[in-house]
């Protein structure tokens, strides 16, 4: 049962009288449910227990954490239908999406729950001391990577599950070992109270400390910002917008201890069309680009919002196959009215861009809260020229960029800002002939695709979310996949340390059987 | 032979008019090589040449990597005399000192030179595709770490080897597949400008990209700030200060396009002494700490700031001794003036302060340049009250606090800034008895010792060389050992990606051998 009350650790908690409720952009209504703003002293308490937490959640067991992880999982598994159906009413999203979240939510959980039972994600590194080596005994020093502390999670926008209470921040973070407090979205207040009470059940169950995790709520900044300059927090998590995620990184760079963020933010995912793949199947490409751009209404980081071709008759059929495809797809409802306010907004700014095309632009009336899809064409000089055209139009939105040559092409991707994917079409081998062009994608993006779509983003270990700034405001890190653990945690070394009071992850027994680094062999042996 | 001049890529230059010289500590007086400043123009050339010689040296194999490491090692040998009397003449270190470090500078580059060569290190994951997975065809994903791009590196005053020129920031960089360029340190331009000579000829020997390395001069904050704030730079290396560090790190954050920024700064590294151990061997530690303290003139980050003691007979045997014998020690030369004048201050405002008691203060007159060691005590409560006490001296400086009780020691430690190191020291056993206070000194700190002394940071794997703020600006890395790489990569995937395009360590064959962790399971085999 929604109460619209914040969790401060396994408390129902609503001493605010700053309300707000979510909005359900199907039925163009206010959700039911009244919810409270966190206020100071709740911010307060809930920093004071995850740090009282962090001590003891810190040292315990990865089999322990993993049992933790999966009763989360259960646990929201048993919300059973209730779950579905706020998650639809506060997103407009179908059903079928909000399974298909589900389940990959449920996976990620367990994921990182097999990752920390096995346990050789740590990096345990041994250097067995060698005391008679001249002109100096060695120590022996052993590491391993430990959890940073309290970790603030923003729940995203687009993925009530996946990405939010329990998604793959606060996955990662618990599997670290660290403490959650998430500041949750307020379009799906909601289903993240749902979720949340999932997790407090799995905490209490499973004998958490009071205090790892605590959900709360809030439609405004000013929460957000105490959380993340609160001296107690050790980094944050966030997806979301360009603007958003840089405000914080901000306020972290700028506190007294500056503290790490994620931000995965915005990304128009460039698609390079070479000119055999378009001259063979530019029609076919249409038609599957159609679907890439309008999937879940383009509301995806990884909607292709850019589409790079060389001029000629294989990129004209594309383009007209682009147009009418798109214009037969129904269009779909946007998250929230603020959401298609700045689809809405962004896209007429790109469009009334001197010398663009509008290739198609879904005119018809369509029912409050769903986006009128398009796609426009442009020049390469004169995208080359005008930034504007290079920034996201966040929803079912698509700009071709029609080049001169392959060197024309070389610089406008040089010249992108950082990207989360840049995807190569291309027939008959000729990805060999643009090395150049190749190599100026990689470069700006965290992950490049060949002879496929952008969205969709398999969760496996080889999977890297994130890339150059602004597509993340740290591209050393990924944020899907179990190495999205490694945001959350720092090498800790131990120098000639007691056996008995070393990590059982470094005692010379390896009772885990862990794989370790010993004296530079790896090894799952005792040392 | 020493030129005054910048390494622009391998071109020697001084366009400017701005010079400076280096100081001889030990002669008082200066040396007689003129540096040139660098100019804007110099500036702008290093950036350009890193950012063109990445293209090609951020795809070179592991083995020509290897083979450039290994030509610094040779070519800073083949330097022979002529660096180190540069070294001392500059630094007024004795030649022992310089020919330790340039030891350890060259094992540095020859363990970055087999690491690469090896080529693990990338770590290779692989997915590969499952075409009739239901409800949706798996993709192949590979994944592994590749160069950021040009990195700026700060030469430390008190390593002008081992932390400087051809140190551990750059060796970790190059290996990686980044161009350095190298910010000199004023203190010592003249080493490296040898160093820097020494790597430009390894560079062209082996074939490098012109631009792979560059060694700009100055003397002020100019130049480091055009080159932290220039687009072309994508992430900086320091070792210094806590207000240098912290002045790069802003500005590096506020960049439109932040980079990351590893500044390992100050640590007064704590140190634990418990009832027993001082008790047995009160007399013994007071000894061993003399020479820790002022070992290099105490001119180390991990120098013992502040020891730690219950009040009691063991305590004060400990103060007594560490008196006397620090007395006995003869003074030695500091870096600079400067640092000598910094060291003056800091140490006479740490004994100004009230309720304080100086044990031990060198009073007889010394050379000019030369430090006078000193120790001071303080009670617990006093010391938990004043944050003045809390700072580096950096200089043979220590202070001895003496707590009331098991429950203040813990309270102390726990609002300690973050620390490089801490190290507990016992016996029979008792460290099973502070468990919270070994709890929160690890939570505060990089690296825990037993049993031993702070100073000397062995160079292994297991090594970690970093920690919380201020010790250092990101604690999820090590600046010391092979994992230090880690600062200067990001991950990339691939998916679907033909694999004769893939970088060989993801190609199908593994013609390296490498270890990789392929669907799931680490393996040398191909996939």
């Known amino acids: 049962m929604i109460t619209g009350k914040n969790y401060i650790g396994s408390s129902k908690s609503s001493k605010g009288t700053i309300t707000f409720k979510t909005f359900n952009p199907q039925l163009n209504v206010e959700n039911e449910n009244t919810f409270f703003e966190a206020t100071n002293t709740e911010i307060e308490e809930a920093v004071m227990l995850a740090s009282a937490a962090y001590k003891s959640f810190s040292k315990i067991s990865g089999v322990r954490k993993a049992v933790f992880l999966n009763a989360i999982a259960d646990e929201i598994l048993n919300l059973g239908d209730a779950l579905i159906e706020t998650y639809c009413s506060e997103t407009g999203l179908p059903e079928g999406r909000a399974k298909g979240e589900r389940g990959r939510t449920i996976g990620q959980l367990k994921s990182f729950a097999a990752l920390v039972e096995e346990g050789s994600w740590v990096d345990a590194t041994i250097d067995t001391a060698q005391p008679d080596r001249v002109p100096m005994a060695k120590p022996d020093v052993r590491k391993m990577l430990v959890p940073l502390g309290p970790i603030v999670v923003f729940g995203a926008s687009n993925f009530p599950l996946a990405y939010s209470t329990a998604g793959g921040d606060t996955a990662a973070a618990l599997a670290a070992g660290c403490p959650v407090i998430v500041k949750s979205h307020p379009m799906h207040a909601g289903t993240g109270e749902l979720v949340a009470s999932a997790i407090i059940k799995a905490a209490v169950t499973t004998g958490m400390p009071n205090g790892v995790f605590s959900n709360i709520n809030s439609s405004g900044i000013e929460v957000g910002t105490q959380l993340v300059s609160h001296p107690g927090v050790k980094a944050v998590g966030f997806t979301g917008s360009i603007k958003g995620g840089r405000a914080l990184y901000d306020l972290a760079s700028n506190r007294e201890e500056p503290i790490p963020v994620f931000a995965e933010m915005g990304s128009v995912n460039p698609v390079v069309m070479l000119p055999s793949a378009l001259k063979n199947r530019g029609v076919d490409l249409g038609k599957v680009y159609a679907g890439s751009i309008t999937l879940g209404t383009g509301q995806f980081c990884t909607n292709p919002g850019l589409i790079f071709g060389l001029k000629g008759d294989g990129l004209s059929d594309f383009i007209n196959t682009l147009g009418e495809e798109i214009l037969k797809i129904d269009p779909m409802c946007m998250l929230h009215p603020n959401i298609l306010g700045a689809y809405n907004t962004n896209k007429e700014k790109a469009v009334s861009q001197n010398n663009t095309n509008i290739v198609a632009n879904y005119s018809s009336d369509v029912k409050d809260n769903y986006a009128q899809h398009g796609v426009l064409t442009v020049d390469g000089d004169v995208f080359l020229q005008n930034p504007t055209l290079h920034q996201e139009v966040f929803g079912p939105f698509s700009i071709v960029v029609q080049c001169d040559s392959t060197e024309q092409l070389e610089t406008i991707i040089s010249n992108l800002e950082g990207q989360l994917t840049g995807t190569v079409i291309a027939d008959n081998q000729e990805e060999f002939n643009y090395n150049g062009v190749i190599a100026a994608l990689q470069n700006r993006v965290g992950r490049l695709i060949f002879n496929g779509v952008p969205t969709g983003v398999e969760v496996c270990p080889s999977m890297n979310h994130g890339g150059p700034y602004p597509a993340s405001t740290d591209s050393r ?35 885990m059987e862990i794989t370790r680094l010993v004296n530079g062999e790896l090894s799952n042996n005792n040392s």
Chains 1, 2 share one sequence.
């Open 477 to 511: 890190f990924t944020a899907v996949g179990i190495h999205s653990i490694k945001r959350w945690v720092r090498p800790m070394s131990y120098q000639d340390w007691p056996n008995a009071l070393l990590p059982v992850e470094l005692q010379n027994e390896n009772s």
